[in-house]
Nanobody
């Protein structure tokens, strides 16, 4: 079983910053990639940013140039630095990991979500 535990959400004013972290634990071979998704009320879950084990990153256009994703492969942890927050960044943020369970089988796991609220 694999668990993802997120931390770092909260309430900030426009222009403020938050830093999210997500640590994976359990029995697995490795993690191929990790990412952050978010879901605002009434909206679909969307990708915010992702990072591969090799360090390749991908960002949603709405956060490109503002948010920074990073990871520590040794700690199976992914981070999301969120400076310059805007009210439209308000959402529940979910951590996702593509976990290699066996050499031929990988599975996606999700965290429980952490609320980020940006007040205007």
């Amino acid at each position: 079983q694999v668990q993802l535990v997120e931390s770092g959400g909260g309430l900030v004013q426009t222009g403020g910053s938050l830093n999210l972290s997500c640590a994976a634990s359990g029995s697995f071979l490795s993690i191929s990639a990790m990412g952050w998704y978010r879901q605002a009320p009434g909206a679909q879950r969307e990708l915010v940013a992702s990072i591969t084990r090799g360090g390749n990153t991908n960002y949603a256009d709405s956060v490109k140039g503002r948010f920074i994703i990073s990871s520590d492969n040794g700690k199976n942890t992914v981070y999301l630095q969120m400076p310059g927050l805007k009210p439209e960044d308000t959402a529940v943020y979910y951590c996702q990991a593509r976990v290699r369970i066996t050499p031929s089988y990988s599975k996606d796991y999700w965290g429980q979500g952490t609320q980020v609220t940006v007040s205007s």
